[in-house]
């Protein structure tokens, strides 16, 4: 039974958690969305700034929230791949410090195996193997969660993520960022059905298509025509039923390959995790289908879907559990395949 404090600042929320196993002790997010608002998207450097202006309230505050001393606190973590790499480096930094400070083991996580460990906040009992479709800014994949550190990439994109794509689409219809939750918002009142889109297939040489993987960066240009299209053809433009299309595409899409892939690995639970698990599209297709297949399909509560420290404290406090932990001598990492995972850790048991 591990307590971990754990560190996130791969990208653009900087927080802190503290978890006893899979329980929440106390969890600080603080967002850098509106800074990054006015650039249309995440600028690295400002990124980094803002994390090293923030992370001690944030520490501060995960310590008060949880009412623990140091004393109790078995490990502290932080996410060191993959990420933005300056980013990364200031609570990598902050960890290793405090785990100099405080004598106590360090615990490197991937950031893709925090949000599968998101699930488990949630339903405590969950055991693998299961199938976790992971769909962020950043990623999406489709990953045989085999035990803790052993994994299997089944399927991912080819160019953008699907949150990605939600955030371009956004962009060329300047909706703001994040594009996610604003596309979400106005498909309510859109017609899905309104322009027939791509579902992002990957061809494969021999003919047919890919099964697993995705290519949403000729979807977003299918929506670019038909936007330029439109344009000429009439002065105003339906955005509702445009994103309404544009999502239903993409969460069709995601939930064909999702089941597709549990069924043909004999897994009986789908676990979804990412940003765009927040997507209603998504959460209506997949649990519809799910049913359908007779499949459990789990979404973590939103607060745990988007970027937050206690899935990386719930990963690390597993990890320690086995005897798992990260040398002080680890880097930071832009990219890192979520199979190498291990080579983050060395073992002690
Ligand atoms: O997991 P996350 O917080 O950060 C990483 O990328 O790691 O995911 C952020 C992504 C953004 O691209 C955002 O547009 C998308 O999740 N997102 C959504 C929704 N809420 C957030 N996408 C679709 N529908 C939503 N409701
Ligand atoms: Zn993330």
Request: charged share 15%; hydrophobic share 40%; with cysteine.
């Amino acid at each position: 039974m591990s307590t971990v404090l754990a560190i996130e600042t791969s990208c653009d929320e900087t927080a802190v958690a503290i978890v006893k196993n899979r329980q929440i002790c106390s969890s600080v997010v603080a967002s850098q969305i509106p800074v990054h608002r006015q650039y249309g998207g995440v600028v690295p450097e400002i990124a980094s700034r803002q994390h090293v202006e923030t992370i001690n309230n944030c520490l501060e505050k995960a310590l008060q929230d949880a009412q623990l001393e140091w004393a109790s606190i078995d490990g502290i973590a932080a996410t060191c791949a993959p990420g933005l790499v300056g980013a990364l480096l200031v609570g990598l930094t902050a960890a290793k410090t405090l785990a100099i400070v405080h004598r106590k083991p360090f615990v490197g996580v991937h950031h893709l195996e925090g949000h599968i460990y998101a699930t488990y906040l949630s339903e405590p009992s969950l055991q693998p193997p299961f199938l976790c479709l992971l769909v962020s800014g950043g990623h999406t994949s489709l990953i045989y969660v085999k035990d803790c550190g052993v994994y299997e990439t089944l399927g991912e994109t080819r160019d953008d993520a699907a949150g990605e794509a939600f955030d371009k689409v956004a962009r060329l219809l300047n909706l703001g960022y994040p594009g996610g939750p604003v596309i979400d918002q106005l498909a309510q009142v859109g017609n899905p059905q309104a322009y027939p889109l791509p579902e992002g297939n990957v061809g494969l040489p021999g003919g047919g298509y890919h099964p697993y993987d995705s290519s949403f960066s000729g979807l977003k240009t299918a929506v670019l025509r038909l936007v330029q299209k439109l344009q000429q053809e009439s002065q105003s433009l339906p955005v509702n039923d445009i994103v309404a299309s544009f999502q239903e595409s993409v969460a069709r899409s995601l939930t064909r390959r999702a089941i597709a892939c549990a069924l043909d690995y004999g897994l009986d639970t789908i676990a979804i995790g990412g940003g765009v698990a927040a997507n209603s599209g998504l959460r209506k297709h997949l649990q519809i289908a799910a049913e359908q297949r007779n499949l459990r399909v789990l979404f973590p509560p939103l607060k745990f879907c988007t970027d937050n420290a206690a899935m990386i404290a719930c990963a690390a406090a597993d990890h320690l559990n086995r005897g798992h932990t990260s040398p002080l001598t680890l880097g930071v990492q832009s990219r890192l395949p979520i199979p190498e995972v291990m080579q983050l850790y060395q073992t002690s048991q």
